[in-house]
């Protein structure tokens, strides 16, 4: 037997004393879990507030373990190995498979958000689910993968090439993730958020100009910053209607506007932006091809936390982490859930 935390409804979590993972098939691989981050999706999980998440779940789909057992035809993965998961699975044949966005798919499941995840001791998953990465490597800087690979796939879906200009709006994680990609890709990055904390932070961990959108009208000082041309690229990190509608006021022509938001409330969008400067205007959702981008920069320590992560909290205190990520918005960055 061993533990996990499964929430059981809407700020309902509890300890569970549940069976060890068996594996189905010879290509699965049993990890003992090391280091779950906590991610938004997982708040919005515990607060009832996920449109995708079903109930009762074992959340945590940041998550690093080392490798205990190994299925008969596994030959890629050895025990001992440390890994980290790719988070979703999918059917391979339907359109979006068929057009390498896996990510898409329409029998799509994600590990700790359809099925149960990470926040329990031991797990199994079929190996093309697993990566290995350097042993050498602090778990608390391998965990940060799964993320990394989001604020990947946003500068991805945005077409980032050295030279653009990129406006990231929030300096949450993943917008401080996308700002790392953005910067190795040779772009120069705007910012934006309320809080000046993170606005230091974004500047610390590269930005080239922040804007404090409590203080300062954003859309003048993208216009002074970029000699009124506007940014080639927007990234919205921050996910509400009006931070949508600002993409294309602030996007130069030919620019792109990426949304990485859930939100079902309408936004009031011009059509004339959109065909005057003949935008593109594009979703991007979890990842697809981005793992291996990633390991290798963290392998190669072009990408580190440098202050990401915030706080850490044992297994055992994970309500807690929840409740203090509730109620300390300002102070948080990245909560991790050690398995020591």
Same mark, same amino acid.
């Given at each position: 037997?061993?533990?996990?935390? /499964?929430?059981?409804?809407?700020?309902?979590?509890?300890?569970?004393?549940?069976?060890?993972?068996?594996?189905?098939?010879?290509?699965?691989?049993?990890?003992?879990?090391?280091?779950?981050?906590?991610?938004?999706?997982?708040?919005?999980?515990?607060?009832g507030?996920?449109?995708?998440?079903?109930?009762?779940?074992?959340?945590?789909?940041?998550?690093?373990?080392?490798?205990?057992? /190994?299925g008969?035809?596994?030959?890629?993965?050895?025990?001992?190995?440390? /890994?980290?998961?790719?988070?979703?699975?999918y059917?391979?044949?339907?359109?979006?498979?068929?057009? !390498?966005r896996?990510?898409?798919?329409?029998?799509?499941?994600?590990?700790g958000?359809?099925?149960?995840?990470?926040?329990?001791?031991?797990?199994?998953?079929?190996?093309?689910?697993?990566?290995?990465?350097?042993?050498?490597?602090?778990?608390?800087?391998?965990?940060?993968?799964?993320?990394?690979?989001?604020?990947?796939?946003?500068?991805?879906?945005?077409?980032?090439?050295? !030279?653009?200009?990129?406006?990231i709006?929030?300096c949450?994680?993943?917008?401080?993730?996308?700002?790392?990609?953005?910067?190795?890709?040779?772009?120069?990055?705007?910012?934006t958020?309320?809080?000046?904390?993170?606005?230091?932070?974004?500047?610390?961990?590269?930005?080239?100009?922040?804007?404090?959108?409590?203080?300062?009208?954003v859309?003048?000082?993208?216009?002074?910053?970029?000699?009124?041309?506007?940014?080639?690229?927007?990234?919205?990190a921050?996910?509400?209607?009006?931070?949508?509608?600002?993409?294309?006021?602030?996007?130069?022509?030919?620019?792109?506007?990426?949304?990485?938001?859930f939100d079902?409330?309408?936004?009031?969008?011009?059509?004339?932006?959109?065909?005057?400067?003949?935008?593109?205007?594009?979703?991007?959702?979890l990842?697809?091809?981005?793992?291996?981008?990633?390991?290798n920069?963290?392998?190669?320590?072009?990408?580190?936390?440098?202050?990401?992560?915030?706080?850490?909290?044992?297994?055992?205190?994970i309500?807690?982490?929840?409740?203090?990520?509730?109620?300390?918005?300002?102070?948080?960055?990245? /909560?991790?859930?050690?398995?020591?």
């Amino acid at each position: 037997m061993m533990l996990a935390v /499964v929430v059981r409804k809407s700020h309902d979590v509890v300890f569970s004393e549940v069976e060890m993972p068996k594996f189905i098939s010879g290509n699965e691989v049993l990890v003992k879990t090391k280091r779950v981050g906590i991610c938004g999706s997982d708040m919005h999980i515990y607060h009832g507030t996920n449109p995708l998440a079903t109930y009762p779940r074992v959340i945590g789909h940041e998550v690093a373990g080392e490798v205990i057992q /190994v299925g008969s035809n596994v030959s890629s993965i050895k025990v001992g190995d440390h /890994v980290v998961v790719d988070p979703i699975s999918y059917c391979g044949t339907c359109y979006a498979c068929r057009k !390498g966005r896996p990510n898409v798919c329409k029998e799509l499941s994600v590990f700790g958000v359809h099925e149960d995840g990470g926040m329990r001791e031991y797990f199994v998953l079929p190996d093309k689910q697993l990566h290995i990465v350097d042993p050498s490597l602090e778990w608390d800087e391998v965990v940060l993968a799964e993320p990394y690979t989001i604020g990947a796939q946003a500068v991805w879906r945005g077409g980032v090439e050295a !030279g653009d200009t990129v406006l990231i709006q929030g300096c949450g994680p993943i917008g401080i993730c996308a700002l790392k990609l953005a910067k190795l890709h040779g772009a120069y990055v705007i910012m934006t958020d309320l809080n000046k904390e993170r606005l230091e932070f974004a500047l610390e961990s590269g930005a080239d100009k922040v804007i404090n959108v409590s203080k300062e009208i954003v859309e003048d000082k993208v216009m002074e910053y970029t000699n009124n041309e506007g940014v080639n690229v927007v990234i919205d990190a921050v996910c509400l209607p009006s931070t949508f509608e600002l993409g294309p006021k602030v996007a130069s022509t030919a620019g792109i506007v990426v949304c990485l938001g859930f939100d079902e409330k309408p936004s009031q969008i011009s059509q004339l932006p959109i065909t005057k400067k003949e935008l593109t205007i594009v979703g991007s959702r979890l990842q697809t091809n981005q793992f291996e981008k990633i390991i290798n920069l963290l392998n190669g320590r072009q990408i580190q936390s440098n202050g990401l992560i915030t706080h850490k909290f044992s297994f055992r205190e994970i309500e807690q982490a929840l409740k203090y990520i509730e109620q300390n918005p300002d102070r948080v960055r990245k /909560v991790l859930i050690t398995f020591e």
